[in-house]
């Protein structure tokens, strides 16, 4: 009997033992209420079917399902990192300095184009009379309306509730639009002398007006976005065969891309800077490369001296046009000719040829410049103008040089952009859903 006991002690210890000792004191049973903790299972009992099965023992279930093949093993094998060399930091310093001038241009352009559209807009619909057969200065005049009296509403009303608020500003903008007819014909003939100005005897007269200098600004807003996205990698590319290239044979085929879009793009830019020579600045088709770029900078030299006078001119102008007078009328003949010598015709055309300039009596002058034997160079400037085109796409095609000699100082990764964006790997999965899997499972 002695011995029963001290087997069934012992049990008992082993039992104690193999409960969690994580155990706090608040998990201790109150001698004077009576253990709550469930009896341990008898071994004599029969198993419970629906019981789970203990840890290390395979259920009947994973019995029954075979085994699943043993899935390959993905390797995403990442690129080589070196440092960038030292003879590549100059490339680097030129990069970002280049990129943030041209993100300052873009904002320049942008801007400018707003402005220029804005004003051709306000122009038009201001110039137009309520009664006329265009309805259009009416629906600009109502908006405009409305526009100013529910701004002015909803920032006077600042202190009120937001219900008042609310209401007096769609009230005061239905106000606007009912009283556009009550002012159609307000502006009509300021608007259109300082239009008329702005299209016939301006700086802007020489860009093919308003409308000519809202496309000229496009073309170059869409060459500085060209560029901008070949200095971050965003250009058009098909890296077909580079997703397939481990990374130390990938930067030979990139660069070799990047060398060949560069003399490609480069060559296009020359086809276009010919046709423009040869078209607009009247240069010899069989001329050299030399004679052309002469011709065109000769040509140049002419276009700045007409738009410095130009702008001269206009500051002239604009204060006559701004009091409402008739821009065609406020310069009488002597204006003009004390303008003419005042202003280096002379020393750029010769004595006689700006004596021909000047005029008599009392007639009166537009305000627009006048070359000599050539008359008034209205959209002479858009021949400059048209050099954008080329001239950016030689700026991409230097972007195309400096990403290589980036890549090749180890200072620009070459990852297609697949595994960069996509984070693509081999099999079909990305990196995020091979992440979600259990372990077991990516094993």
């Not at 629906?50 to 085994?67: F, H, L, N």
């Not at 280096?344 to 007639?363: C, H, I, P, Q, V």
């Not at 230097?398 to 297609?416: E, I, K, N, Q, T």
Request: glycine share 10%.
């Amino acid at each position: 009997m002695a011995e029963k006991d001290d087997d069934r002690d012992t049990k008992d210890g082993e039992a104690g033992a193999a409960e969690p000792a994580e155990a706090g004191p608040e998990a201790a049973p109150d001698p004077e209420e009576g253990s709550t903790a469930p009896d341990a299972p008898d071994p004599g009992a029969p198993a419970d079917p629906e019981a789970e099965p203990a840890a290390g023992e395979p259920s009947e279930d994973a019995e029954a399902k075979p085994a699943a093949p043993p899935r390959p093993e993905v390797h995403a094998e990442p690129p080589p990192e070196r440092p960038g060399a030292a003879w590549g930091l100059p490339f680097v310093r030129a990069d970002a300095a280049w990129t943030k001038w041209e993100m300052w241009l873009c904002a320049v352009v942008v801007l400018l184009e707003i402005l220029v559209l804005s004003a051709w807009v306000g122009l038009k619909g201001l110039s137009t009379a309520a009664e006329g057969s265009s309805k259009a200065g009416l629906v600009f005049r109502a908006l405009s309306g409305a526009l100013v009296l529910g701004l002015a509403a909803h920032f006077a009303l600042k202190s009120q509730k937001q219900s008042i608020r609310s209401g007096a500003t769609v009230a005061a903008s239905v106000v606007g639009l009912l009283l556009a007819k009550t002012w159609g014909n307000v502006g009509v003939d300021w608007a259109s002398n300082l239009l008329n100005w702005y299209q016939q005897a301006s700086f802007l007269t020489l860009l093919g007006g308003l409308r000519g200098v809202g496309t000229r600004l496009t073309l170059l807003l869409t060459l500085l976005g060209g560029s901008l996205a070949t200095a971050a990698g965003k250009h058009i590319t098909i890296d077909l065969l580079t997703r397939y290239l481990r990374p130390k044979h990938r930067l030979p085929v990139v660069v070799t891309g990047w060398l060949g879009a560069s003399i490609i793009v480069g060559i296009a830019a020359w086809g276009f800077f010919d046709h423009i020579a040869i078209d607009e600045f009247d240069a010899r088709a069989e001329a050299s490369a030399g004679e052309k770029v002469s011709a065109v900078t000769t040509k140049l030299g002419e276009h700045v001296f007409v738009a410095r006078k130009q702008i001269a001119l206009d500051l002239k102008t604009l204060p006559h046009v701004m009091k409402g007078e008739r821009y065609s009328e406020w310069m009488d003949s002597n204006a003009w000719n004390a303008w003419v010598d005042e202003n280096g015709f002379a020393e750029r055309y010769g004595a006689d040829k700006a004596k021909l300039l000047k005029t008599s009596g009392d007639m009166k002058k537009t305000p627009i410049v006048v070359v000599p034997e050539k008359g008034e160079p209205r959209g002479e400037l858009v021949k400059a103008a048209n050099l954008v085109f080329p001239i950016g796409l030689l700026i991409i095609s230097l972007r195309f040089l400096l990403l290589c000699l980036l890549a090749l100082s180890g200072h620009r990764r070459v990852d297609s952009e697949a595994h960069a964006d996509m984070n693509v790997v081999p099999g079909g999965k990305t990196s995020a859903k091979l992440e979600d899997e259990p372990a077991e499972e990516k094993a």
